[in-house]
């Protein structure tokens, strides 16, 4: 079933992903009785993207982690997931990026460039998905990674503007690792 | 009307739609998370109107290629209300779009912008003023704690803290380990360290100086020194110092990067917002102008309704349905017009009511007379003004032997005249004497049939409207009832006139014979002898003469009772075979022939004289054959005899009257037989006729009724 919506997603996507959006280093590794994730969510900003951004337009992230069952006859099913929400914008007067961790934890973090800011959105380290024994041994579970720009977010105007310029779909492809 | 519950709930949804559009537009915050919704909400209602148009438009078309009626006016109306919409709103529409476009880039300005980059660029400068003073405060700060050890250094700390008013002062040592820290209470509890970046930086011998945002959202200057290794401290170490900004310039600063963010968001937004501001125009026009189309549609539908009714109700007269009403619904000048129409057709219903009744009047009378005449035991033949046959009646077609009357209406009677048979030469007939009639004329005519002759009396009229009229009866039975009365009263004067003298002759004959004869000599006794015997012979054969008439005008005698014809055929027929040497009898008898009510002796006298006509017929001739044949017919009410024999037939001009007494072809012959044979029959409800057989011979046929 997944590879089906896997390749049915990628034949899709390809063009869009074409500016090498892309998830490296995706790791599924036990820690204390409990699975983590690491990974690298690349994304890179098209010119356009980038006028926005530094014209005082603020970008929202979203970068997931998702682990989910395979199913036979019927779709895969999520079992639980991670996800982290950043905001992206650029302080003309700092003359830097602030990335700011939306949701609880509210974390400001400067960067002078603009690759490192997305980078730091990008980086997944020990992110926590769930207790090994709380999994059923006898299904077969995978864990999937992406990041991807929200339009949701954006100011009105542009949100109609972004949905019909595909330079403003940005988000990687679906990464997966299976869980051993 | 279903319609209107619609069409007001259509334009509530309409009005709803477009303050939302205008809310949203007006960038009212609470609406713009609806606006995409709103969008599409708006997208849908314009599919609907538009299949809705579409619908409308598709019928209109239908209907004006089937020519229905009203449908150009409709057609005309619509495009007229669809017009008288969409010119206001497309001059509205073209205006509006140019103000939107000037309105939107008034706001926007160079000399604005270049204020904006100015201050922005004044409060970066005064930032870094201040951040170089809290740089040297720092560099101070750091040059103390050179000779401070890591032991001593949470003291020197807070000290310092205390002289540079740092928010937070952080030592650390290699790779970036904390050794010692001191905060304010309000700050966070564990100390926040640089990214690598700076440490990378710090590392080289430099020194950091930069805004940080918090949390919170304002500003914080920090810091980051080497701290140069001394005697005491040999490792080389960094200070950290977080200071806040002063209140007056964060909040000054904060403003400024607000308002130029805000401002270099509006005018990079200046583009996308224009397209919504168009886009949602666009929409709320088009969804106006749609449903002002929409509303031509129902509208022109709605008025032009009467006369599509109208239309229908005249095609149901045309076809010839009055009882047809057309719903009034409206009391206007079209519901006027409606309600005339139907009093109009509720008029025609009657007229044609009142038709049909009179129309049931005649037919009836019509049916009355043609029973009449059906019924009429005289024939009626009627011809109309063109000479063609326009009545037959059954009695007429019996008479004249018609099997199929409806086969010969309708024909010009011209024609009919050279058909060939008893109808034909009716019509000949008729036509000979109709010419030189004039209004009435009475007329006797012979047909002469297979069965033989018939006499019609006619009587003729003309008809007021052109036409004749032609009445008549068939006499034969009465003539021949009257001639064999007639017959009857000569043969009993005869019986009685005649046969009284002829004793008294033929005895005085005798008597002069035995007188004279012995007196007289050879001769003259010879010649009375002769004459004598003559005398006798003759007076013997006009006895047996005057005896069969008095057979024939004999009434009969009673003596009726049942009688099995196949037993007395038998009888007679064994007489015949023994004395007729020469002509065989055969016979051919019905086995379950039904009795006859019949006086059995005057019953043989007719097989007698049948008898003997055959055998006279025959002759002398050498394979003679008499034939008598028994049966039953007319599903067993009759019983014929029939005796055929195969001699030379009977005399063609001698068939019509064979029956009569007197008639004859025979020198010696009393042509009395068959007149007998015919009153017996007749007196036992019964009939009899001759005819020729086609392979020669004759055939004699008497049918009498059987007993019940
Ligand atoms: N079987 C028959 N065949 C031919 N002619 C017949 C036959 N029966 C009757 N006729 C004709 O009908 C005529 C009338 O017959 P009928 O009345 O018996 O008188 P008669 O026998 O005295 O002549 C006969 O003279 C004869 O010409
Ligand atoms: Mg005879």
Redesign the interface.
């Known amino acids: 079933m997944r590879y089906i919506a896997a390749l049915v997603l990628c034949g899709l996507a390809l063009p869009v992903f074409a500016d090498k959006a892309a998830v490296e280093g995706l790791r599924v590794y036990l820690d204390e009785g409990r699975y983590r994730v690491d990974a690298d969510v690349h994304l890179t900003l098209p010119p356009a993207v980038r006028?926005?951004l530094?014209?005082?337009?603020a970008l929202v992230f979203e970068v997931r982690a998702e682990l989910r069952r395979e199913n036979i006859m019927i779709p895969d099913s999520l079992v639980t997931q991670h996800r982290r929400r950043y905001r992206l914008e650029y302080?003309?007067?700092?003359e830097r990026y602030?990335v700011?961790e939306l949701g609880g934890a509210?974390?400001?973090?400067?960067?002078?460039r603009l690759r490192?800011a997305l980078k730091a959105i990008g980086r997944i380290r020990g992110w926590p998905l769930i207790e090994k024994r709380q999994l059923d041994r006898s299904h077969t579970y995978y864990v999937r990674v992406r990041g991807e720009l929200l339009l949701t977010e954006l100011?009105?105007?542009?949100?109609?503007?972004a949905y019909v310029k595909p330079s403003w779909w940005i988000a990687t492809p679906w990464a997966e690792v299976p869980l051993r | 009307m279903y319609r209107l519950p619609l069409f007001a709930g259509l334009f509530v949804v309409l009005l709803v739609l477009l303050f939302l559009m205008g809310q949203v537009a007006g960038s009212a915050e609470q609406f713009e998370r609806y606006y995409i919704v709103l969008l599409a909400a708006n997208g849908v209602f314009l599919v609907v109107l538009v299949l809705a148009i579409g619908a409308n438009a598709l019928r209109l078309v239908r209907r004006l290629l089937q020519h229905a009626p009203g449908s150009h006016l409709t057609l005309r109306m619509t495009l007229a209300f669809v017009i008288f919409a969409v010119a206001p709103a497309a001059v509205v529409y073209v205006f509006s779009l140019q103000m939107l476009e000037r309105g939107i880039d008034s706001w926007f300005d160079v000399q604005v912008e270049a204020a904006l980059d100015d201050a922005l660029e004044l409060s970066r400068a005064s930032l870094d003023l201040i951040m170089r003073e809290y740089l040297q405060d720092t560099v101070r700060a750091a040059r103390r704690l050179e000779r401070v050890p890591d032991s001593a250094a949470v003291l020197a700390l807070s000290d310092l803290m205390k002289e540079t008013g740092a928010t937070e002062l952080t030592l650390l040592g290699a790779n970036a380990r904390i050794i010692a820290s001191s905060r304010d209470m309000a700050e966070s509890l564990v100390p926040r360290l640089p990214g690598e970046a700076v440490l990378r930086l710090v590392a080289q011998g430099e020194s950091y100086v930069g805004l940080d945002p918090t949390p919170e959202g304002s500003l914080r200057i920090r810091v980051v020194l080497p701290v140069a290794p001394s005697t005491v401290n040999p490792q080389a170490r960094i200070l950290q110092a977080l200071y806040p900004l002063p209140q007056r310039i964060g909040r000054l600063t904060e403003r400024v990067q607000e308002a130029v963010g805000r401002y270099d968001q509006l005018s990079y937004l200046r583009g996308p917002l224009k397209q919504s501001f168009m886009l949602t125009l666009s929409l709320v026009l088009l969804l106006a102008v749609l449903f002002a189309a929409w509303a031509a549609f129902q509208w022109a539908q709605r008025l032009l309704e009467p006369i599509r009714e109208l239309a229908r109700g005249t095609r149901a007269v045309a076809e010839g349905e009055y009882d047809q009403r057309l719903s009034v619904q409206r009391l206007d000048d079209l519901g006027l017009l409606l309600q005339s129409f139907n009093e109009m057709t509720e008029r025609l219903a009657e007229a044609r009511e009142a038709a049909k009744t009179s129309q049931r009047l005649v037919e009836r009378q019509r049916a009355y007379l043609e029973t009449l005449l059906e019924n009429l035991s005289s024939g009626v033949v009627s011809l109309d003004p063109r000479g063609r046959l326009r009545t037959l009646n059954r009695a007429a077609a019996q008479i004249l032997g018609v099997d199929a009357p409806e086969r010969l209406i309708g024909r010009p009677a011209e024609e009919l005249r050279g058909e060939g048979g008893a109808f034909a030469s009716f019509m000949d007939q008729l036509l000979e004497n109709l010419r030189e009639a004039d209004e009435e004329c009475h007329m006797q005519l012979t047909l002469q049939g297979e069965k033989g002759r018939k006499i019609l009396m006619c009587h003729g009229v003309r008809l007021p409207t052109g036409g004749q009229v032609i009445v008549f009866d068939d006499v034969t039975a009465l003539i021949q009832a009257q001639r064999d009365a007639a017959w009857a009263e000569v043969a009993r004067r005869l019986a009685h006139e005649i046969k009284n003298p002829l004793t008294p002759i033929q005895l005085s004959a005798e008597r002069l014979r035995r007188k004279l004869l012995d007196r007289l000599d050879e001769d003259e006794g010879r010649i009375l002898d002769r004459a004598t015997q003559t005398i006798v012979a003759q007076v013997e054969a006009m006895k047996a003469m005057v005896n069969a008439f008095g057979e024939y005008a004999r009434r009969p005698r009673g003596k009726v009772r049942a009688v099995d014809v196949n037993q007395l055929v038998r009888d007679v027929a064994e007489l015949y075979r023994a004395n007729a040497a020469r002509a065989r009898v055969e016979l051919e008898l019905a086995p379950d022939l039904p009795a006859v009510q019949a006086d059995p002796d005057r019953l043989r006298q007719v097989l007698h004289n049948l008898f003997n006509n055959a055998l006279e017929a025959l002759g002398e001739r050498d394979g003679g054959v008499v034939r008598v044949h028994t049966a039953v017919v007319e599903e067993g009410g009759l019983v014929e005899v029939a005796v055929a024999d195969n001699g030379p037939g009977i005399p063609e001009e001698m068939l019509d009257r064979l029956f009569e007494p007197y008639v004859t072809s025979k020198s010696r012959g009393t042509g009395l037989g068959l007149a007998i044979v015919k009153k017996i029959v007749e007196e036992h409800g019964g009939t009899v006729w001759a005819e020729n057989l086609p392979q020669g011979g004759a055939r004699l046929v008497i049918r009498l009724p059987a007993a019940r």
């Open positions: 006028e926005a530094h014209n005082g337009i302080r003309p007067l700092l602030v700011t509210r974390t400001v973090e400067t960067h002078l490192d100011p009105l105007p542009l949100q109609l503007h």
